[in-house]
Structures are given as C-alpha cells and as structure tokens.
C-alpha cells in the first residue's frame, strides 16, 4: 500500500532563512507527487506537483521539490521564507496506474515563522 | 470557475442529530472526494465517486455515514444519527483526470455537543 511520511511535525525558521520540508514516500512504482499548503481556516491549496519529466519542479509564491527516485523523496524548498509562509504543509502521493485514484496525504508539517 | 463550493462552513449540532454536510465540485470534472481532518488522526480519505458513481467508500468509519452524488454538480456527506467523535473538519474536493491534483473547498468544521 501506498503511504507518505512526513518526518517533521512542527518546523520553526526565521524569516528571510532558507527553508526544506520533508517527505519520503512508499509507493511500488514512481507515482504523481503533489505538495498542499493550508493556511488556518482554510482548505488545501496546491503549491506543485511531479508527474513526470525534469525533477526539480517549480510552484508557485516561490517553492520549489525535487523528486529524488533513489530517496524515494520529495522534499520542498523556498530559499527565503516569508512570514505569510507559515501554514501546515502536505506531501501527498497518488497513483499513475488506473484502478486506485486516491490521494494519499502525509501528517503534514506545521511551519511556523519568527521575526 | 468559484472552486469547490461547500455548506455550511460551519454546524453544531446536538448527539443524535441528523447532519447534511453539501459540496458542489468544480464544473467538468470527474472525481470528487470526501475527506475528513481532526488533530488525532490528520486528513482522512472517505469517500470518493468517478462520474457521480462511488468507487471507494472504505474510509468511511461507520454505517452511520452514507455519501450520494445525484449529479454532476453535487454532493452530499450525511451524518446519522452524529456523535461527539465526529466532530472534525470536512473537506470536499474534486479532480478533472485520475491521479490529477484535487482542488479543495473550505471546509465545514462540524462540531457535535
């Protein structure tokens, strides 16, 4: 069965300081990747997504992953966060093969800025 | 388009009640998702339906949850009778391919006393 780790719950960084969130993923062949962002009270907006091809992918307000097969990783990174960043991040995984359309979501990672 | 409409954003209702949790998905696309998210257990996978038809109910928790699509456009997620446990935020979400990124409405935040 397909599953997602995300290995850090709460991450706390300065502002303006580089970022990278986690996720390493199970999964028996390379499957589509997705990152979401929740900000409180809200619902799950994606920042980017792999399916296939180059394996850095941009998204938008400025993160980046790179889809690390031999990791079997995804992480995501903004090089300067912002403080309108912190939010609950989610690594997710879904399937490239028919018969099993689900999203798989992480526990997600609390980002939380400081000035 | 308005994205994924849900209603309402918010309900309290007593043990024992009746609840109808709405969702309108996103015009032209195929799959919609019902998801629910809590503290203890993150974001959960209820239900999901592939052209109004549903596919995988096996995370729905209990005979008390029954999930319909009479169309295209809509809907519903219905709690009977509810109970404190299932006090959680529901999302509903639709897709326009397989394994597509699914966009997200807001929520409703159920709370059950």
């Known amino acids: 069965a397909q599953s997602v780790t995300q290995p850090d719950i709460h991450i706390t960084v300065s502002e303006g300081a580089s970022l990278e969130l986690r996720c390493n993923y199970s999964?028996?062949?390379?499957?589509?990747l997705f990152w979401y962002v929740q900000s409180p009270g809200q619902g799950l907006q994606l920042l980017l997504k792999?399916?296939?091809?180059?394996?850095l992918v941009q998204g938008i307000k400025g993160f980046e992953a790179e889809f690390k097969r031999s990791q079997s990783s995804f992480n995501l990174r903004k090089p300067s966060v912002h403080w309108s960043d912190a939010a609950e991040y989610f690594c997710?995984?879904?399937?490239?093969?028919?018969?099993?359309?689900?999203?798989?979501f992480g526990t997600g990672t609390r980002l939380t800025i400081i000035p | 388009d308005a994205g994924v409409i849900q209603s309402p954003r918010h309900e309290v209702t007593e043990m024992g009640q009746e609840v109808t949790l709405r969702c309108k998905p996103i015009?032209?696309?195929?799959?919609l998702f019902w998801y629910r998210q809590t503290m203890m257990r993150g974001l959960e996978l209820l239900i999901y339906?592939?052209?109004?038809?549903?596919?995988?109910d096996s995370g729905m928790p209990e005979d008390r949850f029954s999930a319909k699509m009479p169309n295209a456009s809509f809907s519903t997620l219905k709690i009977q009778p509810s109970e404190p446990r299932d006090s959680a935020v529901y999302f509903c979400?639709?897709?326009?391919?397989?394994?597509?990124?699914?966009?997200f409405g807001q929520g409703t935040r159920l709370t059950v006393v």
């Open positions: 999964y028996g062949a390379t499957p589509y």
């Open positions: 015009s032209g696309h195929d799959y």
């Open positions: 979400a639709s897709s326009a391919l397989r394994g597509a990124e699914a966009f």
């Open positions: 997710a995984v879904g399937p490239p093969s028919f018969g099993n359309e689900k999203l798989t």
């Open positions: 792999y399916f296939s091809g180059d394996t």
């Open positions: 339906f592939n052209n109004n038809v549903p596919i995988d």
